[in-house]
């Protein structure tokens, strides 16, 4: 089989090392892919959301498969792309259409679907730059913290918790682009993140601890891939900006058989049947972010009674692919044929597919660009990835340098290395990860050194 994988980051380079182990793979091509990924398979120097370079490349080298990493190409509609023109409408996507993309592309449309299905999230009302009053009044009805998601897609960077109603409400006029209380536009700015920001969705705060839930669905069936548990500030003690994650473990030690069956009953069936009952063509991954709630207020919007002995999971967000950097231990834990599972969701039949995980814990610990998720440097040089030694380094944010003569591996994204290990439980694999994290270097280098310490304490 051929496979083309799209993407360039870490997610990308954790699936490629797994498409790669499969007996069924004859040739794995990546799009654009990084300097880690050519280990894997071929780069191609095509961009992810280039549909139309992509369904010539598809065409020409007789690809068999497409699996889509990132969300980008996804909401833009590559799926449906790909099906409409006569060159590729007979190559199977992993990943879905773009009418399910949208659970990712729009908050309001997600949490609007989880209200639809009796999926368990916070209370919640979407505002736009016309009823910005509305909004700050909504404020006035919920206890700090206050969350602010942008509707949109812009990179991790559009949801705000703020401990304050000034700030909140500050941030509110920022984000849609108002200055004064009940503006109605027409002396507006531009909205703080775009035009994903254009609508704003304000959502009461749930406190607890959150676990990143997996799903590979083929529109009917699925499978529960391992969970993950990621982290997303800059700082240690969870403290500073938010990134794109900062490291990973799994398994996460609340979330045993019992919890689990409540995600599966309250969030997970509830969801893939109404994708179909919807008409959404839904055949890809399914992230789901949840949290483990305890002392649930009244007002919370689950039709089920709270059992807070082992917790209550919530929806905090939808995702229509894979987290990074939880592929980074997800893939380490599933010790199925990964291509066995994407034929399945191809050809409908997932249900017919065997599913195991490795039962040692296994994390991810993420080394970042001095200066990130601000200001970063590009094209500072990597050394020491040829001596880590019993760990998995993926590549995020790599390339090589453009000189001919002495091509080096450089830096060329804010999160760049991500070191992963086994263990017989996520302690002795952490060491492994700050060990061996160590001997990598580049100018600026920074890793968050307390990655899985709150679970040791976790009683969610």
Request: proline fraction near 5%.
């Given at each position: 089989?051929?496979?083309?994988?799209?993407?360039?980051?870490?997610?990308?380079?954790?699936?490629?090392?797994?498409?790669?182990?499969?007996?069924?793979?004859?040739?794995?091509?990546?799009?654009?892919?990084?300097?880690?990924?050519?280990?894997?398979?071929?780069?191609?120097?095509?961009?992810?959301?280039?549909?139309?370079?992509?369904?010539?490349f598809?065409?020409?080298?007789?690809?068999?498969?497409?699996?889509?990493?990132?969300?980008?190409?996804?909401?833009k509609?590559?799926?449906?792309?790909?099906?409409?023109?006569?060159?590729?409408?007979?190559?199977?996507?992993?990943?879905?259409?773009?009418?399910?993309?949208?659970?990712?592309?729009?908050?309001?449309?997600?949490?609007?679907?989880?209200?639809?299905?009796?999926?368990?999230?916070a209370r919640?009302?979407?505002?736009?730059?016309?009823?910005?009053?509305?909004?700050?009044?909504?404020?006035?009805?919920?206890?700090?913290?206050y969350?602010l998601?942008?509707?949109?897609?812009?990179?991790?960077?559009?949801?705000?918790?703020?401990?304050?109603?000034e700030?909140?409400?500050?941030?509110?006029?920022?984000?849609?682009?108002?200055?004064?209380?009940?503006?109605?536009?027409?002396?507006?700015a531009?909205?703080?993140f775009?035009?994903?920001?254009r609508?704003?969705?304000?959502?009461?705060?749930?406190?607890?601890?959150?676990c990143?839930?997996?799903?590979?669905?083929?529109?009917?069936?699925?499978?529960?891939?391992?969970?993950?548990?990621d982290y997303?500030?800059?700082?240690?003690?969870?403290?500073?900006?938010?990134?794109?994650?900062?490291?990973s473990?799994?398994?996460?030690?609340?979330?045993?058989?019992?919890?689990?069956?409540?995600?599966?009953d309250?969030?997970?069936?509830?969801t893939?049947?109404?994708?179909?009952?919807?008409?959404?063509?839904?055949?890809?991954?399914?992230?789901?972010?949840?949290?483990?709630?305890?002392?649930?207020?009244?007002?919370?919007?689950?039709?089920?009674?709270?059992?807070?002995?082992?917790?209550?999971?919530?929806?905090i967000?939808?995702?229509?692919?894979?987290?990074?950097?939880?592929?980074?231990?997800?893939?380490?834990?599933?010790?199925s044929?990964?291509?066995?599972?994407?034929e399945?969701?191809a050809?409908?039949?997932?249900?017919?597919?065997?599913?195991?995980?490795?039962?040692?814990?296994?994390?991810?610990?993420?080394?970042?660009?001095?200066?990130?998720?601000?200001?970063?440097?590009?094209?500072?040089?990597?050394?020491?990835?040829?001596?880590?030694?019993?760990?998995?380094?993926?590549?995020a944010?790599?390339?090589?340098?453009?000189?001919?003569?002495?091509?080096?591996?450089?830096?060329?994204g804010?999160?760049?290395?991500?070191?992963?290990?086994?263990?017989?439980d996520?302690?002795?694999?952490?060491?492994?990860?700050?060990?061996?994290?160590?001997?990598?270097?580049?100018e600026?280098?920074?890793f968050?050194?307390?990655?899985?310490?709150?679970?040791?304490?976790?009683?969610?």
């Amino acid at each position: 089989m051929k496979i083309l994988l799209l993407g360039s980051g870490g997610r990308e380079h954790a699936l490629a090392w797994k498409m790669a182990q499969s007996e069924r793979v004859e040739k794995l091509y990546i799009a654009p892919g990084n300097a880690g990924t050519c280990t894997c398979g071929e780069n191609v120097a095509i961009k992810a959301d280039d549909f139309e370079a992509i369904k010539q490349f598809v065409a020409d080298k007789g690809i068999d498969m497409v699996v889509v990493g990132p969300e980008d190409p996804l909401v833009k509609g590559i799926y449906d792309d790909l099906k409409r023109d006569p060159r590729t409408k007979d190559v199977p996507v992993i990943g879905p259409s773009k009418a399910g993309a949208v659970l990712e592309g729009s908050k309001d449309f997600a949490k609007a679907f989880m209200q639809r299905h009796d999926i368990p999230t916070a209370r919640y009302r979407t505002f736009d730059g016309e009823h910005l009053a509305e909004g700050l009044l909504f404020l006035e009805t919920l206890q700090p913290p206050y969350v602010l998601k942008a509707d949109g897609l812009c990179a991790g960077k559009g949801v705000l918790i703020l401990g304050t109603l000034e700030e909140a409400r500050r941030e509110l006029r920022e984000m849609l682009g108002g200055h004064e209380e009940g503006d109605k536009g027409h002396n507006a700015a531009k909205p703080k993140f775009g035009d994903a920001s254009r609508r704003v969705v304000i959502e009461e705060f749930m406190s607890g601890t959150e676990c990143s839930v997996f799903v590979l669905t083929d529109g009917e069936h699925y499978k529960i891939l391992p969970e993950a548990k990621d982290y997303k500030r800059i700082g240690e003690g969870d403290t500073g900006l938010n990134t794109g994650g900062m490291g990973s473990v799994s398994p996460v030690p609340f979330a045993g058989d019992e919890w689990m069956k409540k995600v599966e009953d309250r969030i997970i069936r509830p969801t893939i049947e109404g994708l179909r009952q919807e008409g959404i063509d839904y055949k890809g991954f399914i992230f789901f972010g949840l949290i483990s709630r305890t002392n649930i207020p009244a007002c919370h919007t689950s039709p089920v009674k709270p059992q807070p002995s082992v917790g209550d999971p919530y929806v905090i967000e939808y995702n229509c692919r894979m987290g990074d950097p939880e592929t980074e231990t997800v893939m380490l834990r599933l010790k199925s044929d990964l291509v066995d599972l994407l034929e399945g969701v191809a050809r409908g039949d997932l249900d017919r597919r065997a599913i195991a995980f490795d039962e040692r814990a296994a994390v991810c610990v993420m080394l970042v660009s001095g200066g990130y998720p601000q200001a970063y440097r590009k094209g500072l040089p990597i050394t020491g990835i040829d001596q880590v030694e019993g760990s998995v380094v993926f590549h995020a944010g790599t390339a090589f340098s453009p000189s001919p003569q002495s091509p080096q591996m450089v830096t060329a994204g804010g999160r760049v290395i991500a070191v992963s290990s086994y263990g017989k439980d996520k302690e002795e694999a952490l060491r492994k990860s700050f060990h061996e994290a160590q001997k990598i270097n580049f100018e600026g280098r920074y890793f968050r050194r307390d990655i899985g310490a709150d679970l040791s304490e976790s009683k969610s």
